[in-house]
């Protein structure tokens, strides 16, 4: 059995086609934005001791499919040999190349996070 500790990355995220950027924000319903852009869910399969980390669109895509990745996934790690944090910490490299801001995002993303699970 693993313990996985708290999940940092966001379980939804927003994917403007026309410029290939996500951001953490979605945009608010009923906008241009909300219609042009695709919305995507995260994913996370374990295998064994492997945690594999996908999102998956609103459109019946992979965002890694959309990004041209080399890999399937987002991010993939051996719990064996790594933290499940670690693994998230991939996930999130992998994604600020895609973002407009990404330390804007990034920090948005841990505010909120914060807020949600604070620290004693």
Known sequence: MFDLGKLYIPTILSFDPSSKTISFTLPEFFTKEHFEHVQYSLELNILGSDAIIYYYGEDDTYLSQVLDLDEEYIAAGSLEYES???????????????MLDPKTELLDLFNQNEEEFPLE
């Open 84 to 98: 499940f944090g670690a693994i998230q910490e991939k996930a999130l490299k992998q994604l600020e190349h895609f």
